[in-house]
C-alpha cells in the first residue's frame, strides 16, 4: 500500500504576458510573434499536468506541475535550427508552469516563488508513479514540485542554502533578509 494518494487537478491557465516576457528576457514581443506563442500555449495546454499528492502524514500534502516529455523533445529540436526561438519557447514552456502554479496556489505569485519541499519518501514514490521522478533525479525539465497548500516561502524552502534569489552574485538579496 503506497503512503500516498494522487488526485488529478484541472488547470487551464491564461497566458501571463508580463511573466513571460521576464522569464524571455525580452522587453517586447510583437504581435505576430506573441500570435503564434499563444497558438502554441493552446496546443501545449494538453501536455499539461497538475497532480494533488497527499502523503500519510498530515501535513505532508504537495503540488505537482509539469509538462510532458514531447514538450521538450520539441524545444531541444529547436535549439540546433534557431536557437533565439528556442530560448523564447523554453521561456513559454516556462511561463506555462509557472502560470498552472499561480492558478492553483494564488500566494505563490504574491510570493513570488514556488519553494521545494524537503524530500521524503511518499513523496518520492509518488513521484515516480506519476513518471517525474527516477532513482532520485527528475526526469522532466518542466516540472514544479511545492507543497499544497501553500505552507511558506524560503523559510520551507529544501534549497534554501542554495538559492540564487536569496544570494545572487554571492550577496544577500534584502528582499529575502529575514530568512537567512
Not at 500570435?35 to 494538453?46: D, F, I, K, V
Not at 536557437?83 to 502560470?99: E, R
Not at 501553500?150 to 538559492?163: D, I, M, P, Q
Request: with cysteine.
Amino acid at each position: 500500500m503506497p503512503d500516498f494518494s494522487l488526485k488529478a487537478l484541472a488547470v487551464n491557465p491564461s497566458i501571463d504576458l508580463e511573466l513571460l516576457l521576464e522569464n524571455s528576457r525580452e522587453k517586447d514581443i510583437e504581435d505576430p510573434l506573441l500570435n503564434r506563442l499563444r497558438t502554441e500555449w493552446s496546443a501545449w495546454l494538453p501536455c499539461l499536468h497538475a497532480v494533488h499528492i497527499t502523503g500519510s502524514a498530515a501535513a505532508d500534502s504537495w503540488l505537482a506541475v509539469w509538462l510532458d516529455e514531447a514538450i521538450e523533445k520539441k524545444v531541444d529540436c529547436l535549439w540546433a535550427e534557431a536557437p533565439s526561438k528556442a530560448f523564447l519557447y523554453n521561456a513559454l514552456a516556462q511561463t506555462l508552469c509557472m502560470s498552472a502554479v499561480y492558478a492553483l496556489l494564488p500566494e505563490v505569485t504574491a510570493f513570488g516563488c514556488a519553494p521545494l519541499p524537503p524530500a521524503c519518501a511518499a513523496l518520492g514514490q509518488a513521484l515516480k508513479q506519476i513518471g517525474l521522478q527516477d532513482k532520485g533525479n527528475m526526469k522532466r525539465r518542466y516540472a514544479v514540485i511545492t507543497g499544497y497548500p501553500f505552507a511558506g516561502g524560503c523559510e520551507v524552502c529544501s534549497l534554501r542554502g542554495e538559492c540564487p534569489r536569496l544570494k545572487p552574485n554571492g550577496k544577500e538579496n534584502a528582499a529575502f533578509e529575514q530568512f537567512s
